[in-house]
């Protein structure tokens, strides 16, 4: 019996493991969504497609598993780039169905026609147009095989008059994931072994490339007596229930992350590929492994590059390695990690209950939030809050923008990690500009009732971005936010929805906010004066500064350098 290439692709999607597809139903879409209607695929409608991009990429980062969005030709495409990008750069399983317009009409310049294979090239594992209804279960499950393997978006363009055209279908395609193992030849693994043995000190710096190797680079580090450094992505998987974890580096990162690379003989980089050259040692010093070859030496000049998975390339190392007893950079560096603790405690203590601290919020979160909490956050201070405020417990999942650093990805895409994970806590660091980016989809959450927590650091401001102009010596300019009240907005969308502006009001609200049932909004202002600091402060930052200061008193702004100095430095 024939089928039409609109039911093949939903039917080839749904073998391959797809639940749900996001985007606005449309014209050259219709047969497509026509056929999900009738198929074991959900159609989930959004008020923005880049939010239906963003949701579908946090559904499959999370899962692991193919998330699907679709949109119709020209604006509606074209509306799915940024969150496209933001999956094709971090890795999740995301289909695209880009349509096009009726195959008659291309190349003659019609309405709404793009060139979407131009477009979606360079954000993408696999781009490929179905240009005869033979091909649409072939090339449809070449998509969804490129993106569960390679991890990544797959593109498929289709013309909007192709979906109803029919063919036999009997060539039974299907999607293949195979998982080989990858392993450095043993003279490498044994060149290897000779630097560790020999090295005085050894840092472990672990990246994502790494999440699957916990156990393993626990045991390296205790055979090593080695302190574990971690980039920001690779937090949730290697911070937990790791007594050798010392923090982060980078300008989210802490001093004891820093002081462990730049004091060791030898930083071993598993799985990594933290993009600042700045916050690596000198190449003599650095010895890499990671599964991708063109991820060797890309970062930073290496002394050695091994290819392999981490997992297992650790396991078949151990054996090669001597049992240290020196543990001296390890205890120096260990203590470190308890004093930036510490200090992290320290700011987020309340000293002005009518000033609130994003950190105060923070940690309190941290201590309501289940253990099993998934959490996201906007691009900005927001990010920089969760990651060093926010604990990794072993089941709390976190995303964040890291490697395509784009304003309001945090609640579009806890709207798909919900609809994934309904029983689990999902919950959106938000920020006020982000937020009103996107607003639109709060009807998204209550229209599916999806249940996802949003808290909005409402600073007035683009903060990360007036603390990088304050940084550099500039007067921070264009980065106020006329605001409305969050809450009266969420509840006019039908959220439930809480605000508050003292300290002493934050915990009620925040357990009636992260018990309510349904879509829940917690809006709160925050100190707008606050510095994301680096773990070292350098002369050249804190000159930067200083000219900040006496620009903003010459420009008649004198209250402000004081509510600066207060907020960051005296408090």
């Known amino acids: 019996m024939q089928k039409n290439v609109a039911e ?284 991708d070859h063109t991820h060797i030496g890309r970062r930073s000049p290496v002394k050695m590059g091994l290819v392999g998975d981490v997992a297992c390339t650790i396991d078949a190392l151990l054996s090669k390695l001597q049992d240290r007893t020196q543990d001296k950079h390890l205890n120096k560096t260990l203590k470190e990690w308890e004093a930036d603790r510490s200090t992290y405690e320290d700011d987020a203590e309340i000293h002005d209950p009518a000033l609130i601290h994003p950190q105060t919020v923070t940690r309190m979160l941290d201590k309501m939030a289940d253990d099993s909490a998934i959490f996201t956050a906007d691009g900005g201070s927001p990010m920089v809050w969760l990651l060093r405020y926010l604990t990794a417990k072993g089941n709390r999942r976190f995303l964040t923008s890291l490697l395509h650093g784009t304003m309001a990805n945090a609640y579009p895409q806890a709207i798909g990690i919900k609809s994934a994970y309904p029983d689990r806590q999902v919950i959106a660091l938000c920020g006020d500009g982000g937020m009103t980016m996107l607003m639109g989809d709060l009807l998204t959450l209550v229209q599916h009732q999806i249940p996802v927590k949003l808290l909005v650091f409402n600073n007035g401001s683009l903060g990360f971005v007036e603390m990088e102009q304050r940084v550099e010596g500039l007067l921070d300019s264009f980065t106020d936010l006329k605001n409305p009240d969050f809450s009266k907005l969420a509840d006019a969308c039908g959220l439930d929805a809480w605000r508050v502006e003292n300290t002493g009001d934050l915990e009620s609200a925040m357990r009636k906010w992260l018990d309510a049932d349904g879509p829940a909004l917690l809006d709160v202002k925050v100190n707008r004066m606050e510095l994301v600091m680096p773990p070292k402060v350098e002369a050249s930052q804190v000159f930067s500064t200083a000219m900040f200061g006496m620009k903003a008193v010459l420009d008649g702004r004198t209250k402000e350098v004081v509510s600066l100095l207060r907020d960051n430095f005296l408090k």
């Not at 026509?34 to 991009?53: F, M, P, Y």
């Not at 802490?254 to 930083?267: P, Q, T």
């Not at 980089?269 to 010093?285: H, I, N, V």
């Open 8 to 291: 093949i692709l939903v039917d080839t999607l749904v073998e391959a493991g797809a639940k749900r597809c996001w985007g606005i139903v449309g014209d050259t879409i219709n047969h497509f969504t026509d056929a999900i209607r009738t198929s074991e695929l959900k159609w989930i409608g959004v008020r923005h497609e880049e939010v239906g991009a963003f949701a579908a990429g946090g559904e499959a980062y999370m899962t692991g598993e193919l998330a699907v969005c679709a949109g119709t030709c020209g604006p509606g495409s074209l509306h799915f780039i940024n969150g496209i990008f933001e999956s094709h750069r971090n890795g999740a399983p995301v289909v695209l169905i880009a349509s096009d317009v009726a195959r008659a009409e291309t190349g003659l310049n019609f309405p709404q026609e793009v060139d979407q294979r131009r477009i979606y090239e360079q954000c993408s594992v696999f781009c490929e147009y179905i240009s005869h209804p033979s091909q649409a279960r072939r090339i449809t499950a070449l998509a969804a095989q490129a993106a569960l393997t390679r991890g990544g978006v797959a593109v498929v363009i289709v013309n909007g008059d192709m979906f109803r055209e029919k063919t036999d279908d009997d060539l039974a395609w299907s999607v293949h994931r195979p998982r080989p193992r990858m392993l450095p030849s043993d003279d490498e693994l044994g060149a290897l072994a000779n630097i560790l043995n020999d090295a005085d000190a050894v840092t472990i710096y672990a990246g994502f490339g790494a999440r699957a190797a916990h156990d393993q680079v626990v045991a390296l580090a205790e055979k090593l007596k080695a302190p574990v450094v971690h980039t920001s992505r690779a937090k949730e998987f290697i911070e937990p229930n790791n007594p050798y974890n010392v923090g982060m580096t980078g300008i989210l990162g802490n001093r004891a992350g820093a002081d462990a690379i730049e004091n060791a003989d030898i930083v071993l980089c598993l799985g990594m590929d933290f993009a600042w050259t700045q916050y690596y040692p000198s190449a003599e010093r650095v010895i890499q492994i990671d599964n």
